[in-house]
């Protein structure tokens, strides 16, 4: 079985949804724009055993590396659409292996409404590395970026935080103590199968002043919206929103509050908006909680991380995944 | 020296041709289109040891993983605009390795007038993954595809078949006899240095029915434009364009044609057109030969291959390379 059968029986078919994807058997891919509108484009690689757990389920890492890109267009406020895949398998390829993994990402693509419109399929020595390229679409200049956060903003966040990285020692087994099924579940598949907010992000348009999507922790997204917006930034920790099973977890062991603000892969919107805009936010049909504020530009103390009684809390050091 | 740090040291400066790239600071890039045009797509993972050798330099890698994408583009007729790169490097990464990468990378930009919009920066303990994903754009409906070809068409290639294979012979040392200096210095630069043919590509709307770039061996790459058009061919091997290094080679060593027939990597645009646009294809400023004739679909013998006294020779069964 060769590298064009695979594409044919596993891959092909999740083309049909794209007339310019030419049914994956060209060079390339072509895409129509209507006048007035932007495409927005990202790209992330996935590496096993760095991105995901070399024992994971194929459906889930399928999920994971196409949903970890639509994170990205939501973050820019664009309607996902299409994405090429490029992978590089380890050799001997497992078919059985491929076929899950394509079912995975038939599910996903249904559930979030894209297609496969191309990619390239080789062999690789190394590590499964699969490289997802991701295109959506904006009005033109209504992209979302980092760098739009004013003093005054609020600042929100989807959802809710650290599910992702305690899912991540649970499968790893480092989480002491009690933690029922139930709990163990839900934080599997959060780390598991990000839920990229593409409902969110485009619904920002108009509201949010910036957005970033929370991949590399609280901390680390919060400082690059800093960064390029030139601000800071003020955290009531009292105010994270916390899954119950993530509470569960903190009453046994409070020091994890810090993986809690530095975990990444969670996938959930960071964005800033004006307080006059609170009803519009709380109108949106994803839930959001507001954490903290914006303030004027401050070189020793970008971010202030507050308890309950006011008080201030150290900034963890390891403020999001570094690769080298 | 963490990824954020590699970005903005040595890929971030590439991004500053396109204002849409935000300097590789956000989740995605922004790109706009006019209004009756499309965009064209394409995405090529290569791997170390497998698509370029270890040792390569890295400047020659940087120029062939740009080249081999804006090749795809140019076999649908389009015009290259942009590209993502999403690379996974080997860890500890050496950061002047990286250096000469990211120079190969930005002279084969400024040659061939493409610009960096984003991407991924990942470590793996694998070899080194580099993903391309290139954009061009094409009037709306012109893009070129496999599936127009047409009995009676003319088959034509641009430049010279065989180099690259012959060039990845005389790295490996395989090739016995005999060999100029000039002679291997050319193959081997033809193998780590493909040419897309950007400028011919976009020349070719309006004139090819169909179109394809050579990247898996003279006969499997026709052999897609068969299978897409429904059609047959035949290919008189006396009219290949050969260079001087290939000709050479081939006194020494005639069963080294079966190489030249099924080689891949030479990154020369197949394509065949009418025969009323003859002069249309000789004024073109990209030199191609007219090397066979497309016939009525024939099940049975596809593709042709006639020598100079006009009989038939045996097709070579290693029809390009497949990764599984």
Not at 83 to 109: C, H, M, N, R
Not at 244 to 254: K, T
Request: hydrophobic letters at 40%.
């Amino acid at each position: 079985m060769g590298e064009f059968d695979i594409i044919a029986r596993h891959f092909a078919p999740l083309s049909h949804g794209e007339a310019g994807a030419l049914g994956l058997t060209d060079d390339a891919a072509v895409l129509s724009i209507d006048s007035g509108r932007q495409m927005v484009v990202t790209s992330d690689c996935l590496v096993a055993g760095v991105h995901f757990l070399k024992n994971d389920p194929p459906e889930t890492i399928a999920r994971k590396v196409l949903g970890v890109n639509l994170s990205d267009l939501a973050a820019m406020g664009a309607q996902s659409r299409a994405y090429t895949l490029a992978a590089a398998w380890p050799t001997p390829i497992d078919e059985s292996w491929v076929a899950k993994f394509a079912a995975g990402l038939k599910s996903a693509q249904t559930d979030w409404q894209v297609t496969l419109i191309g990619g390239d399929t080789v062999a690789t020595d190394g590590p499964l590395t699969l490289t997802v390229t991701a295109f959506g679409e904006v009005g033109e200049g209504a992209a979302l970026t980092r760098a739009g956060a004013k003093p005054g903003d609020d600042l929100y966040v989807s959802g809710s935080l650290g599910d992702a990285a305690l899912g991540l020692l649970t499968i790893s087994g480092e989480l002491s103590g009690a933690l029922t099924d139930d709990h163990a579940a839900y934080l599997t598949d959060r780390y598991r199968c990000p839920q990229p907010r593409i409902t969110l992000g485009p619904s920002l348009q108009g509201i949010a002043n910036s957005a970033i999507d929370i991949s590399d922790g609280l901390v680390a997204d919060l400082g690059h919206i800093i960064d390029e917006s030139g601000v800071s930034a003020t955290v009531e920790i009292a105010n994270l929103p916390l899954s119950a099973a993530v509470r569960s977890v903190l009453e046994e062991n409070s020091d994890l509050l810090a993986t809690i603000l530095t975990g990444g892969d969670d996938y959930e919107l960071l964005f800033t908006a004006p307080p006059a805009l609170r009803s519009d936010i709380s109108a949106l049909s994803t839930p959001t909680t507001r954490i903290g504020t914006i303030g004027e530009p401050d070189s020793e103390t970008p971010i202030t991380l507050m308890d309950a009684d006011g008080n201030t809390v150290p900034t963890p050091q390891h403020s999001g995944y570094q690769h080298f």
